[in-house]
């Protein structure tokens, strides 16, 4: 039978990592009792145009990095249950994930496009969503957040855009609060190099996105920011939106200012392909 004062927290709490993946897929249904205040998912249509993928797989990659993010900040931080900004939230794929490990009263999302904001507030009711704007700052009070997550976002961001976001989060993080951002990895620029080569194959959407792939792995090695703007949607213009890939040497360059480089992580997912960068504040 089950338990009438058991809460969603304490249910997912419960759940393997992958059974996680499968419960918030609407895979594996909790006691009846939870069903209405599950979060709900987007249409698979909306699921694959933003994150490239639907159902479970899309929430393993989602449960992955943020477990992993969960480990690294009870590593580093003694808060035991965290203020969490899912910044550039889309659907609210990550943020949702966060109710295993923190009240649902301490997380909120934003992003700049209206849609994401109505549809995770539809998905979601009991979670915080904003409509941020192209620039910051955010509606946010200085120091009062403990996590910001930002999943596939600086992998398109412009280097003046990331670099104003990164300077923002840094005044809305409390003292030691950490941002999770993640970037496409070298191995992207050289995949679609080779797909430029020979134009066929999983990679072609992206064969076209640089002008010459040796320029921009030259760049790369060099610690530059590499960036070609994309037009994808109304809100998503090419002046601050396109392909990002950010080497490390860069961000240990030019963000040590506000955060110190605490790990740079390739392996925490058997699903996901961008590199996890954890970044503490000074
Ligand atoms: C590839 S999607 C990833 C969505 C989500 N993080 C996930 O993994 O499911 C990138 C998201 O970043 C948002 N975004 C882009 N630029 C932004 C900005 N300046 N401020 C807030 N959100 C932004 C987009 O609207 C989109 O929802």
Redesign the pocket.
Known sequence: MSDPNQTVRDWLGALTLEQMAEAFAGDLLPPPGLVDQMPKMPPEAWQLV??GKSGVRAMRE?VDFTARCMQEFNSLNPIQTPRVL??????G??ARCFLRWTPETHITG????SE?FQTSRELMPTLTFMK?D?SPPLDLASGSMDIITA???FS??SES?ASR?IEEFARVLSPGGIAFITTRPRLHLEACKEEAEKNKGAMKQYAKIFEDYDKALAAYDNGEFVYSPLETAEE?TGD??GEAIVPRSFIEKNWSAQFVLQDWITTYSKVAIQPLIVLQKR
Not at 86 to 91: I, K, L, M, P
Not at 110 to 113: A, I, L
């Open positions: 933003t994150v989602a899912d910044f550039g939230t889309g659907w794929r990550i934003s992003d700049v496009r994401s941020n192209v999943y596939s976002v398109h961001l855009s976001w998503l601050f939106y």
